[in-house]
């Protein structure tokens, strides 16, 4: 995933199997990215692009992204602006003081341009979790061609008036507090209810994995958990406005492969709210829709404990609706 913006990271340790690259983005910002080649002696029979969910970074996705390769598909996840070891602490939380999501898509459509520039002549699936999958269906409306199939994790369908109060009190915390004001009002707004149906909880965390462990690795790294600022609640928001409008959803390729799945009870959307997604895509005339929801599972499938069942479906599927031969299992 290489183009003439690119060079590579110095500052970060090498890892075997994994390439840190820098992709400039057109207004000087360093679009960090990490690319895992396929595996063994072919060359990779598909690309996979992971784009992650808010509070998080790409690193949390290198045990999918090697499984991925084991199977002979290459893979490359970047940091979203305000994300990852190679952010500026200042910046941490936040996307731009203007034209956040816009910005954000647009480092989506820089990487997918540098990676299927290295991987020519391969097909390339769309892995978006949580704020990532609100994220790729914004790319995939604005480059409906860029993409041969679409994977949403951990998404939902949310109802209009709320987002729109939500943005409004992002709108004023904002004008208050100031566009970088790292706000546990509309954090509490965001998050304040998803452990209720886990009580008695460990942590603030609980509703994201049944594993223990894996809910401690999220609440011990640093680069998780944080406050979003009040750009960027008012940005995300703004963005999911957008990807919910009927003309929105009409300009996906009506025949584009598309996987809708996650936990039943993520509280983010669980199984109804996948349900209303997926009701909203075939409404649109998208007719290669595929739900699939984990019973008992909650936000974060790929650190549930039966991931691995969760990976292999997902691999999988991708293998499917690319219409490439399975290769054996790493």
């Known amino acids: ?26 207004d000087g910002h360093r679009i960090v990215t990490d690319c895992y080649a396929a595996t063994g002696d072919e060359s990779p029979r598909a690309l996979v692009q992971v784009l992650h969910g808010l509070a998080e970074h790409a690193a949390r996705y290198e045990r999918f992204a090697r499984h991925c390769a ?3 598909l290459a893979v490359v996840i970047h940091n979203h602006r305000g994300h990852g070891d190679a952010c500026d602490p200042a910046a941490l939380g936040h996307f731009a003081d203007r034209d956040g999501w816009r910005k954000v898509v647009d480092d989506v459509r820089r990487v997918n341009r540098s990676a299927r ?17 609100y994220v790729a269906q914004a790319f995939v409306m604005a480059e409906p061609r860029a993409v041969d199939a679409l994977l949403l994790s951990g998404s939902t369908s949310a109802p ?22 790292h706000s546990p009002m509309l954090n509490a707004q965001a998050f304040g209810a998803f452990n209720e149906r886990f009580a008695p909880t460990r942590t603030d965390f609980d509703w994201l994995s049944r594993d223990p462990a894996e809910v401690d690795r999220y609440v011990a790294d640093p680069l998780c958990g944080w406050l979003a600022t009040s750009k960027l609640w ?30 039943s009870d993520d509280p983010v959307g669980g199984r109804t709210g996948m349900e209303r997604l997926a009701a909203r895509y075939r409404d649109t005339g998208h007719e290669n829709v595929t739900l699939c ?10 650190n549930e404990t039966n991931r691995d069942e969760f990976e ?11 219409g490439i031969a399975a290769a054996g299992r790493g």
Do not use: N
């Open 234 to 263: 008012h940005d995300l928001l703004g963005g999911l406005l957008y990807i919910g409008r009927k003309s929105s959803l009409e300009r996906v390729p009506g025949e584009l492969p598309l996987l809708i799945t996650g936990g």
């Open 160 to 181: 209009r008036l709320q987002l729109h109060l939500a943005r409004i009190a992002a709108l004023l915390e904002s004008l208050l507090r100031g566009r970088r004001w």
């Open 70 to 72: 084991a199977r002979g």
């Open 117 to 133: 520039e290295r991987f020519a002549g391969i097909p390339c699936a769309l892995f978006g979790h949580s704020m990532g999958a």
């Open 293 to 302: 929801v984990f019973d008992g599972g909650r936000h974060e499938m790929l």
């Open 312 to 322: 292999a479906f997902v691999i999988e599927w991708i293998e499917g609706a690319l």
């Open 1 to 26: 995933c290489r183009d003439p913006g690119a060079f590579r990271v110095t500052d970060a340790a090498p890892q075997a199997g994994r390439e840190r690259i820098v992709i400039g983005a057109g």
